[in-house]
C-alpha cells in the first residue's frame, strides 16, 4: 500500500516520474481526466483550516471522476467526543479507498496509516510536514527550470518561518536529491529551520541581503505561522520581519520567481502580483494536476 508521509520517502526516480504524470495530468485537467477513478471514493480529514489543499484534493479526485466525502471540522467529528484518531481512521477506512489528513499534532498521518486499510495521504500535520504541496513546488520550480533534472545549477532561498512552516520542511527534504540545488535560510534565530533538516552545505542568515536577493533563482517565501507560537509576545516581536514589496522584488534577476504556498498575510505586498517573477497563483493552481498524479500514484497499486 502507497502512504504518502513525508518527503523524505522519494528518491529522484519516483520524482521524475511524478513530475512526468503531472504534466499528463495538466494536458487532461480541463477535460475531466479520463475518470479512471470513477468506482472510488476519498475521504478528506481536515481539522486544521485549509482553502487550497482540500479543494484541490477534492477537484483532483473529481476530476478523475472519483467522488468525495469530508470531514473539515474537529468539532463536528467524533473525534471532540473522546474518539482517538486510530478508530475514526478504522471506520472511515471502510467507508473509502483514500484519505487525506491534515491535523494539528505533527506523526498523526503516520499514525492514522498505521490503522488505516487503505492509502493515507499527509496533507499537514501541525509544524511537522506537508509532502504533496513541497511536490506541488517542485512541480512549479521545474516548468521554469527544467535543468533541476539535468543538473544545472539552482541556488534556492527559503523566507521567514522557516521553524514552524511544514511546507519549507518538506521542499528542503525533496530538494536534497538535486545535489545541484544549494539552499539558503533566512529568518529570525529562533524562526530559523530545525535541526533535523539541516545539511552543512546550507547558509543560513538573519537577513536577506541585496546580493543574495540577486543572486537567487527560486525565493520561497513564508507567513509567520501565528497559531504555532507559544504567545501573542513573540508572534508580535517578528510578525512585520521581512516583507516583499516591488522595491524588492525588482532586486530579484530577471527570470528569477518569487514563491509562497499560500495564504499570505501581509508578507508579499498586492503590487508584487504584477510582476513577472510572481508565482504563488500559479503555484496553487498546480496543486491539482500534482495531486491528480497523487491519487493515481497511490490508487493505482491497489
Ligand atoms: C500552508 C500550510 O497549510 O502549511 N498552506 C498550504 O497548504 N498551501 C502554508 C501556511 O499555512 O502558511
Known amino acids: 500500500m502507497k502512504h504518502i508521509l513525508s518527503a523524505k520517502q522519494f528518491s529522484r526516480i519516483d520524482l521524475e516520474y511524478l513530475m512526468s504524470e503531472a504534466r499528463k495530468m495538466d494536458t487532461i485537467l480541463d477535460k475531466w481526466g479520463n475518470r479512471m477513478f470513477d468506482e472510488k471514493i476519498m475521504a478528506t480529514l481536515f481539522y486544521e483550516p485549509s482553502t ?20 473539515t471540522d474537529i468539532t463536528f467529528s467524533s473525534q471532540s467526543k473522546g474518539e482517538i484518531l486510530g478508530d475514526t481512521i478504522r471506520i472511515v477506512s471502510g467507508y473509502a479507498d483514500i484519505i487525506t489528513i491534515r491535523s494539528k499534532n505533527t506523526g498523526d498521518a503516520l499514525l492514522a496509516s498505521q490503522y488505516s486499510r487503505v492509502p493515507v495521504i499527509n496533507a499537514g500535520d501541525g509544524s511537522g510536514e506537508h509532502p504533496t504541496q513541497a511536490l506541488l513546488d517542485l512541480y512549479t520550480i521545474s516548468k521554469d527550470f527544467p535543468g533541476i533534472f539535468t543538473g544545472e545549477k539552482l541556488k534556492v532561498t527559503f ?25 539558503s535560510f533566512v529568518a529570525p534565530e529562533n524562526l530559523n529551520l ?42 508580535d516581536a517578528v510578525k512585520d520581519a521581512f516583507i516583499f514589496d516591488t522595491t524588492t522584488v525588482e532586486k530579484m534577476k530577471s527570470n528569477a520567481i518569487l514563491m509562497h504556498p499560500l495564504p499570505r498575510v501581509n508578507e508579499i505586498i498586492l503590487d508584487v502580483d504584477n510582476l513577472p517573477q510572481a508565482r504563488y497563483f500559479e503555484q496553487a493552481r498546480n496543486g491539482v494536476p500534482m495531486r491528480m498524479a497523487l491519487i493515481k500514484y497511490c490508487l493505482e497499486q491497489q
Open 52 to 71: 487550497r489543499t482540500r479543494l484541490s484534493f477534492e477537484s483532483a479526485m473529481m476530476r478523475l471522476g472519483g467522488k468525495v466525502i469530508s470531514e
Open 159 to 183: 523566507v521567514w518561518d522557516l521553524r514552524y512552516g511544514r511546507t519549507v520542511h518538506s521542499l528542503s527534504l525533496l530538494l536534497r536529491n538535486f545535489p545541484n540545488v544549494s539552499l
Open 194 to 235: 530545525p535541526e533535523q533538516y539541516r545539511t552543512e552545505k546550507d547558509i543560513f542568515s538573519d537577513v536577506l541581503s541585496d546580493e543574495l536577493l540577486s543572486s537567487t533563482d527560486v525565493i520561497y517565501m513564508t507567513r509567520v505561522q501565528k497559531e504555532r507560537f507559544p504567545d501573542t509576545e513573540s508572534y
